[in-house]
C-alpha cells in the first residue's frame, strides 16, 4: 500500500486553472448571438429558439461547475492532515 501526500497550495491552483477555464468558457458562450434579421421563415424562428437554449444550458453549466470549484477551493483550507493523504 502506498501514499500520496497533496499539497493543499497545488491543488488549490489547480482548481483555480480549471475555474480559470471554465470563466473563459462562460465568456465564450455569454458572447454567442445569433439573430435572423426578417424572422419570417419558421425555420429560422426554430433555428433562434433552439441556439438560445443551448446557450442558455451552457451558461447554466458553467455557472454551476464555476460554483462547485469555488466550493472546493474554499473547503481546502479545512483539510486535515489525514484529508491530505490518499491511500492506494
Given at each position: 500500500m502506498g501514499q500520496i501526500q497533496i499539497n493543499p497550495g497545488d491543488l488549490k491552483g489547480l482548481i483555480g486553472?480549471?475555474?480559470?477555464?471554465?470563466t473563459s468558457f462562460l465568456n465564450t458562450a455569454d458572447a454567442m448571438d445569433i439573430q435572423f434579421s426578417e424572422n419570417t421563415l419558421k425555420f429560422t424562428n426554430t433555428l433562434e429558439t433552439r441556439f438560445n437554449d443551448l446557450k442558455g444550458q451552457l451558461q447554466d453549466m458553467a455557472n454551476g461547475t464555476i460554483a462547485s470549484y469555488s466550493h472546493?477551493?474554499?473547503?481546502?483550507?479545512?483539510m486535515t492532515e489525514v484529508d491530505r493523504c490518499i491511500l492506494f
Open positions: 486553472n480549471m475555474k480559470g477555464s471554465m472546493m477551493s474554499s473547503n481546502i483550507d479545512q
